[in-house]
């Protein structure tokens, strides 16, 4: 009788890591999955606002303040300026 039940606690050890083992599997395989739909959201949405005719006179940009900063090349001090005033031309 010891041997069957010996067998039976081996069975349903194996049964539950494998069960374990699969789940684990395939939460990470649908995070995996998950991850790429947004990289390809992401590239998808920032490649048509980033696109620009290499041919264009003129390129607007939609600056944020406190996003962008100017430094003077040669005294390498922050040059303060005001966003708004850029973006209404």
């Given at each position: ?22 789940l684990v ?42 996003k ?22």
């Amino acid at each position: 009788m010891k041997p069957d039940k010996l067998k039976l606690a081996y069975k349903l050890t194996f049964c539950y890591l494998l069960y374990h083992i699969l789940l684990v599997t395939a939460i990470l395989f649908f995070v995996d999955r998950g991850i790429v739909l947004l990289e390809n959201r992401f590239e998808e949405k920032y490649r048509e606002n980033a696109e620009v005719s290499m041919d264009a006179r003129q390129v607007r940009f939609d600056l944020k303040p406190g996003k962008v900063f100017l430094f003077d090349r040669k005294t390498e001090e922050r040059i303060e300026f005001d966003a708004s005033a850029i973006s209404r031309l």
